[in-house]
T-cell receptor, first 111, second 113 residues
Framework: KQEVTQIPAALSVPEGENLVLNCSFT??????LQWFRQDPGKGLTSLLL?????REQTSGRLNASLDKSSGRSTLYIAASQPGDSATYLC??????????FGAGTRLFVKA | SAVISQKPSRDICQRGTSLTIQCQVD?????MFWYRQQPGQSLTLIAT?????????ESGFVIDKFPISRPNLTFSTLTVSNMSPEDSSIYLC??????????FGPGTRLTVT
């Protein structure tokens, strides 16, 4: 049974800092891994999708990596801004397209 | 990407009643899903909405409690039946296309009193 864990559960950083959010999964037979952002009371916004054959994806200040052999993905946020404050969720899609979500990392960027 | 809308955006319902949530997509999509997000928790998949056939439910979710319809490739409904306060959650519709990148609707915030 796939389990997805995110560390840390919460993070508070000053504006401008580079930061790394971690995601681990127990079953390496994933189809893809996706990172989302969720603002309070809102739906999910897709940030980055990494297919199982890929090692990383980049979008602006965001970079996500995937290491299937170790069951890990990281989301790197460069030069953080107060507008980055949100909950970040990773989700692993497995066979039959069952997607398992982590519990999320709540990020607060202080101005 | 796909643009997804949900109705209603929020509702307050009395226990024992039922609520039907609608999900509309701006383009035809292969896969549609319904998730639940309980207060302070992450997302849990309820079921996959299959066009023209019965939905595929995850463990812990049953058709009598969460009947789902999907009459075409752009629309689906989820009904929360015989509600109790434990059903208070955000219910989210999502879709996936090639590459299985998922897109989510804005969610429906349900409070059961």
């Amino acid at each position: 049974k796939q389990e997805v864990t995110q560390i840390p559960a919460a993070l508070s950083v000053p504006e401008g800092e580079n930061l790394v959010l971690n995601c681990s999964f127990t079953d390496s037979a994933i189809y893809n891994l996706q990172w989302f952002r969720q603002d309070p009371g809102k739906g999910l916004t897709s940030l980055l999708l990494i297919q199982s054959s890929q090692r990383e994806q980049t979008s602006g200040r965001l970079n996500a990596s995937l290491d299937k052999s170790s069951g890990r993905s990281t989301l790197y946020i460069a030069a953080s801004q107060p507008g980055d404050s949100a909950t970040y969720l990773c989700a692993a899609a497995t066979g039959g397209f069952k997607t398992i979500f982590g519990a999320g990392t709540r990020l607060f960027v202080k101005a | 990407s796909a643009v997804i809308s949900q109705k209603p955006s929020r509702d307050i319902c009395q226990r024992g009643t039922s609520l039907t949530i609608q999900c509309q997509v701006d383009s035809q999509v292969t896969m549609m899903f319904w998730y639940r997000q309980q207060p302070g928790q992450s997302l849990t998949l309820i079921a996959t909405a299959n066009q023209g056939s019965e939905a595929t439910y995850e463990s812990g979710f049953v058709i009598d409690k969460f009947p789902i319809s999907r009459p075409n490739l752009t629309f689906s409904t989820l009904t929360v039946s015989n509600m109790s306060p434990e059903d208070s959650s955000i219910y989210l519709c999502s879709v996936a296309q090639d590459g299985y990148e998922q897109y989510f609707g804005p969610g429906t915030r349900l409070t059961v009193t």
